[in-house]
């Protein structure tokens, strides 16, 4: 199964969640917060904080150690706070 | 019409579910997970399988045979209906009951299916999530919660950095430190800020002799913990935290601090460790908005129950941490009295379980000594400094925080919120709440009233739902009582 992050093409498997995906690549932060611009990403990961958030398939503020990755599902960073594309 | 209603599918939800199918009562049991078993019996998501699945146990197997499998815990009864992928927004009360709103699909995705299921009585088993203290640079990428690091090893087999320090207190650490090390991290070291929990394990035949301690089985998965972690070699100290973390982009290395018995760091005790990831566990805080929107009444910070864990609202019942931090055995006794609890008050013809309620008094008593040697102390507050965040989601600083105390007459949560903007954010103060009250000394019992008891989109606030198989007021007059 295969999903875009920021239009790179990646390699999954049934169950991941997109936090799962992306700390499995490396990648620690994928939003920057409203006010200070600064970097976040996964911190409590059972869906309590709402810092991992991240933009699928246009839709914004998905909780990325929550959402269950979809074939070829379009996964974008956030950047502060964003409206629904 | 005889259903319950358990939301939670961990340890005290899946027990009462089942408790109550036993008795014949229609269960449906509700959770945010994709797969059974809640944060503790976090299941491999990537895995084919469910191994608390509800199809291995069929539905023309004897009566007696189900209750055996069920008991095992590992099995749901056939008429229990799991909806998994669900997060319950709201509970309101019916004429005779209760109606739970909940929206069902994929998280956060604007194609979830809304639901409005009413039943007689409800069982909460909505758990409970790790509290992380703040210090400087908390708000890195790269500092985890111990749930976290545990979530992700557990559940995606994968571990949240390379190396990586465990900081906090209580057991849970442990369990935590050899999940990241089954996933292929390295442990730098475990930081207990109390006194070492391996006093515990040396300990455990006088305890027991003087009947402080009943959990024996929890000792011996100690012990296989600290085992593990002894030959990989991994330093454990006590009386030390992680107070600062360094970095631009994410985490790059980190204060460590030994502590004095009111966890002020002692100075020049501090050491600098290379590590990429901190797992943060200082305790749990109950999951209490569907308790407090069902009107259940809450006393230092958990829901009060009585033998049957019945809650001061009728007809709805409490198990697991909701009620107290005592971990999953505990929790699992709790939710089986409970779910027997339930079906009895619908009508089902219930002998009292007098075995589970046993086990839920030892349990406690466990939990009572556990929580009492691991408490979270006050010299925290002195690891921040004035530019230190305290609420992540609107980025409030300490400094902010005081200044809006001082400057305003704060007394109680709602203003405390309204002025600083602590607890306002995404989160609805979950993580700072606790943080933040103690800060500006005032009850934290206000930050768990939440009205949208987890967030949703105004597109699906606003759609219409349609109540399935709503109460008979009638019938439901018929309500028997628990008491046992």
Known sequence: MRVRFDGEEVEVQEGQTVAGVLLAKGIRSWRTTRGGGRPRGLFCGIGVCFDCLVKVNGVPDVRACQRVVAEGDDIRTQAGAELPS | ?484
Not at chain 2, 376 to 382: A, E, L, S, T
């Open chain 2, 1 to 484: 019409m005889r259903r319950i209603v358990v939301i939670g599918a961990g340890p005290a939800g899946m027990a009462a579910a089942n408790a109550a199918a036993l008795h014949g009562v229609e269960v449906v049991l509700i959770d945010a997970g994709a797969k059974l078993g809640g944060q503790y019996h976090r299941q491999d998501a990537v895995a084919s399988g469910d191994r608390f699945a509800p199809s291995a146990l069929s539905s023309d197997v004897s009566q007696a045979a189900s209750a055996k499998l069920a008991r095992r815990r590992f099995v749901l009864a056939p008429n229990v209906e799991h909806v998994a992928n669900a997060a319950v927004w709201a509970i309101e009360p019916v004429d005779g009951g209760h109606r739970v709103h909940l929206r069902v699909g994929p998280a956060d995705g604007l194609d979830r299916i809304g639901r409005a299921v009413e039943a007689r009585a409800l069982v909460l088993a909505t758990g409970a999530y790790d509290r992380a203290l703040p210090f400087p640079g908390w708000d890195l990428p790269g500092v985890f919660t111990a749930g976290a690091a545990q979530a992700l090893a557990k559940g995606q087999g994968v571990a949240v950095g390379d190396r990586v320090v465990v900081s906090g207190t209580g057991p849970f650490l442990l369990p935590v430190a050899a999940s990241l090390i089954g996933a292929g991290a390295r442990i730098v070291e475990v930081a207990e800020a109390n006194a070492a929990v391996t006093g515990w394990l040396s300990r455990p035949f006088k305890a027991q002799a003087t009947g402080a301690l009943a959990g024996w089985s929890k000792t011996g998965e100690l012990a296989r913990y600290a085992g593990m972690l002894a030959r990989h070699r991994v330093p454990y100290r006590s009386r030390t935290a992680v107070i600062e973390a360094h970095g631009s982009e994410c985490v790059e290395s980190v204060t460590v601090a030994r502590l004095d018995a009111l966890w002020n760091p002692v100075p020049g005790s501090e050491r600098r460790l290379e590590a990429d990831a901190v797992a943060v566990g200082f305790g749990f805080t109950p999951q209490l908005e569907l308790a407090l929107a069902a009107r259940c009444l809450v006393e230092d910070g958990f829901v009060v129950v009585d033998a049957a864990q019945g809650t001061s609202a009728p007809g709805v019942f409490a198990a697991g941490e909701l009620t107290g931090i005592g971990g999953a055995d505990l929790a699992a006794s709790e939710g089986a009295v409970a779910g027997a609890a339930a079906a009895k008050y619908v009508g089902a013809a219930v002998e009292p379980p007098v075995r589970a309620m046993a086990r839920v008094r030892s349990g406690r008593r466990f939990a009572a000594a556990l929580n009492a040697a691991y408490p979270v102390r006050p010299g925290w507050q002195g690891w921040l400094r004035d530019d230190t965040i305290v609420c992540r989601c609107e980025e409030v600083t300490r400094a902010s925080l005081y200044r809006a105390v001082d400057e305003r007459d704060v007394g109680a949560v709602r203003a405390l919120k309204l002025v600083s903007g602590a607890g306002l954010g995404l989160c609805q103060g979950r993580v700072c709440g606790q943080n933040v009250a103690e800060l500006a000394d005032v009850d934290p019992a206000g930050f768990a009233k939440r009205p949208i008891a987890s967030p949703i989109r105004l597109s699906e606030l606003a759609e219409e739902e349609p109540v399935e198989s709503p109460i008979d007021a009638e019938e439901s007059g018929r309500a028997l009582g628990v008491e046992y």
